[in-house]
């Protein structure tokens, strides 16, 4: 039993911790119908279980 208990705790701690709150690189494509080009604009983003007041 103390195992299975052992087996729950360190999933329910992985789960926190390992899939916290980071940075990701990401690209924005931002175009206008009346422009002939696109602009592409590259910025941080939070993934994962960001945590917000």
Known sequence: MKSV????LFCCWRAIC?????LTNITITVEKEEC??????????CAGYCYTR
């Open 5 to 8: 208990q052992f087996c729950f």
């Open 18 to 22: 390992c899939r916290s709150c980071e």
């Open 36 to 45: 002939g080009f696109c602009i592409s604009i590259n910025t941080t983003w």
